[in-house]
Nanobody, 128 residues
């Protein structure tokens, strides 16, 4: 079992930065691929960024490429999402998700239905 818990959300001005953290309890965190998703009011949940268990391979949605960076610290059981040059369209609840990936350790999962464990979410609001 892995229980992700997000933190670091808040209100930021256009062009500002935030760093989200996802602390995951459970002994298997280091064997999990991790992902960040977001859901804005009235919209479907969408993929933001993901990182593999092995090798640190990453993937990003086109809308955040060059602005967001995902990273992980397995010793601290934590995944981060550094968000720069934030825009009002980035306003959403951001969710962290975990996928045990023993069979595909270097894979980057970008579909939300592939993930097994989800956090409660953290609100990010970007003012214009």
């Amino acid at each position: 079992q892995v229980q992700p818990v997000e933190s670091g959300g808040g209100l930021v001005q256009f062009g500002g930065s935030l760093r989200l953290s996802c602390a995951a309890s459970g002994r298997t965190f280091s064997r999990c691929a991790m992902g960040w998703f977001r859901q804005a009011p009235g919209k479907e949940r969408e993929f933001v960024a993901a990182i593999s268990w092995i090798g640190g391979r990453t993937g990003y949605a086109d809308s955040v490429k060059g602005r967001f960076t995902i990273s992980r610290d397995n010793a601290e059981n934590t995944v981060y999402l550094q968000m720069n040059s934030l825009q009002p369209d980035d306003t959403a609840v951001y969710y962290c998700a975990a996928k045990p990936s023993g069979l595909r350790p270097s894979y980057v999962y970008i579909e939300d239905d592939e993930y097994d464990y989800w956090g409660q979410g953290t609100q990010v609001t970007v003012s214009s």
